[in-house]
């Protein structure tokens, strides 16, 4: 069995902050926005309170929520792993972590030439 390159991975605190959210709200899902006022911190709807359009690129699952990005934003990050965090601070104002304390946070990493290669023969995340 071959081993699938995540494009979205979590760290065990954002996967903590979006299990609480989803108790609190339902379903939830995430937006990685490239506007000025967002910066790199992802932001989190309840599913279906963000209407996804065609020409956004779906990267894979954070605990269950999906994740989306812009596919502008996308052909700057394609070659990095996203790995959401969560930070002290205020959410974004629309995003369902605002007023808890904490905020998601976007680190990344660069995928290695063998990653790289993998992904371009792996089937799209579902």
Same mark, same amino acid.
């Given at each position: ?50 209407n ?9 699952n ?11 934003? +996308? ?18 104002? +629309? ?15 660069? +995928?290695?030439?063998?990653?790289l ?10």
């Open positions: 069995m071959k081993h699938t390159i995540a494009r979205v991975t979590a760290t065990p605190a954002a996967l903590e902050m979006t299990a609480a959210l989803c108790r609190r709200h339902g379903a939830v899902m995430f937006f990685q926005s490239g506007g000025c006022c967002d910066g790199s911190s992802p932001m989190c709807y309840a599913l279906g309170e963000f996804v359009s065609d020409t956004d690129v779906y990267l894979g954070v605990n269950g929520a999906p994740f989306y990005m812009g596919m502008e934003q +996308f052909e700057y990050w394609e070659h990095t792993q996203l790995i959401i965090d969560v930070v002290d601070g205020n959410g974004g104002m +629309f995003s369902l972590d605002n007023g808890t304390g904490k905020r998601f946070l976007t680190r990344s990493r660069l +995928f290695t030439d063998a990653e290669q993998a992904l371009n023969v792996q089937p799209a995340p579902e």
